[in-house]
């Protein structure tokens, strides 16, 4: 697990594939497994579905909307911040 976060702050992203996640739990217990300290995401700017105790949904903007480059939650005060994303 510590390598795994050394090498995503190390290369700044890791990509894992083949991992049969199929559901919002299974999702949710990986992130945990990760990264145990999840928090919520609150006092952000876009429209977001809470679908689980700790998953979001994407920006919720119609595909013809613009959203500007940024830095995921880069306001907030926390030291570091980690974002799984799923496509």
């Given at each position: 697990?510590?390598?795994l976060v050394d090498d995503f702050y190390y290369k700044g992203g890791t990509l894992f594939r083949g991992l049969n996640?199929?559901?919002i739990e299974?999702?949710?217990n990986l992130c945990i497994n990760f990264k145990?300290?999840?928090?919520d995401y609150k006092d952000g700017n876009s429209p977001r579905t809470k679908?689980?105790?700790?998953v979001y949904t994407s920006t919720e903007y119609?595909?013809?909307m613009f959203i500007s480059q940024h830095n995921e939650l880069?306001?907030?005060n926390l030291e570091t911040s980690i974002s799984f994303n799923v496509k």
């Open positions: 697990n510590d390598s996640i199929n559901s299974k999702f949710e145990n300290n999840i928090v679908i689980s105790s700790s119609p595909s013809e880069s306001y907030s």
